[in-house]
């Protein structure tokens, strides 16, 4: 684990045009409960130091649960998800007020946006989003980004704001994700362990022992490190530069814009995808469908960037209809990819195996044979690499 600086950071930092910073329920949270105004104070201004640099900058904060409580002189939310939600009602206005009062000091306008999964589900309502995110930006404004507890019901809900910032990074092809937290980094066991010691730079997420990322978060937040690790894997996945640091060091975001060895690096794949091929790998809910393929196929999709044919199907599971999208498994049930499919489950069980010439006396003519067609398809693990 050297502490040298590796070249990609480097690289990835001179390119910075925009940034996303999430900000969590743990790190805000004061000491007797509400907000902490001392770490809003030092984010506020490190904000305004970054868009002085020249960087459009997009804010995702938690908080707004907490701040209901506070509100409602509560020392723990209820666990009751309809509870939560009303706290959420309570709280955000208060969060938006004191974020509001500090922004304006520095003569910066900021704007609430809450989004639910379901936004960004359909493509349309996605780049719709989209627009209005670019159009703020546009017009020198902040955009400080929240999950709207309030009407999110559970199979809507994003989970945690981490995922949320990751798919916000996404959906608007920022170059840098920083994560802020109550801990300095990932470590390579639980950090009160004696001998735990922080990891500076993770190059591949598959290497990182699920062992020290156990943890739900606190009772004001659903996150907690392995769902920080799972939006750092969108991240990376997706060629975007991530970091997770200490939001209580006062210049933590300068470090970060910096270069400094602080908190975690998270090396990102080379290329980006398409603005398309993003949307179907995060924006876009899986429908539950599966798909295992045998070995030639695997290799068709991981090495020759080819289309899945029927011939390399050979399990189908869960009920879906053209257009969802579905999860592709590799021999060993690993999942490889996934994508819009041209079938439905019934149709692919029943042609699972075959070869395309095979398909007009079984279904009929179809314009295409392929079941996920490779521009509608998003691998996962070129080559075998995470």
């Known amino acids: ?88 009602a309570v709280g955000q206005s208060l969060l938006m007020h004191h974020y509001k009062t500090r922004f304006r000091s520095h003569a910066v306008r900021v704007a609430q946006v809450l989004l639910t999964r379901d936004g960004l589900d359909n493509r349309r309502r996605y780049l719709n989003v989209r627009q209005t995110l670019e159009t703020l930006l546009s017009w020198n404004v902040l955009p400080i980004v929240n999950e709207n507890d309030t009407v999110a019901i559970e199979e809507l809900k994003f989970g945690d704001n981490d995922q949320l910032s990751a798919m916000i990074a996404v959906k608007m092809d920022a170059d840098l994700l920083a994560i802020l937290t109550d801990v300095d980094g990932l470590y390579d066991r639980p950090p009160k362990e004696p001998g735990a010691k922080r990891i500076p730079v993770v190059n591949d997420l598959s290497e990182v022992s699920l062992g020290v990322v156990s943890g739900a978060g606190s009772a004001f937040g659903l996150g907690g490190m392995r769902s920080k690790l799972e939006a750092v894997g969108i991240a990376m996945q997706t060629g975007i530069l991530a970091h997770i640091g200490d939001g209580h060091r006062p210049r933590i975001l300068d470090e970060i814009l910096d270069g400094k060895m602080v908190g975690t690096w998270f090396e990102p794949q080379a290329k980006k995808l398409s603005g398309r091929k993003r949307w179907i790998a995060f924006g876009k809910r899986l429908c539950g469908g599966r798909i295992t393929i045998d070995e030639g196929a695997e290799r068709a999709l991981l090495r020759k960037g080819r289309s899945l044919l029927p011939s390399g199907v050979t399990v189908v599971q869960g009920t879906f209809a053209p257009g969802d999208l579905v999860q592709v498994e590799g021999p060993g049930r690993r999942a490889i990819a996934r994508g819009l499919v041209q079938y439905s489950s019934e149709e692919l069980k029943t042609i699972a195996g075959m070869q395309s010439r095979q398909i007009p006396s079984v279904l009929g003519k179809r314009q295409s044979y392929e079941v996920i067609h490779r521009d509608d398809l998003v691998v996962f693990r070129e080559g075998g690499k995470g």
């Open 1 to 88: 684990m050297s502490r040298q600086r590796p070249e990609f950071i480097d690289t990835r930092l001179d390119a910075i045009q925009r940034m996303v910073i999430k900000v969590g329920t743990h790190l805000l949270r004061g000491e007797e409960g509400g907000l902490n105004l001392q770490v809003m104070d030092q984010l506020v201004e490190q904000i305004v130091r970054i868009r002085r640099r020249g960087m459009e900058v997009i804010l995702v904060s938690s908080g707004a649960v907490g701040a209901g409580a506070q509100i409602m002189e509560m020392e723990q939310p209820p666990d009751e998800i309809s509870a939560r939600q009303a706290l959420a």
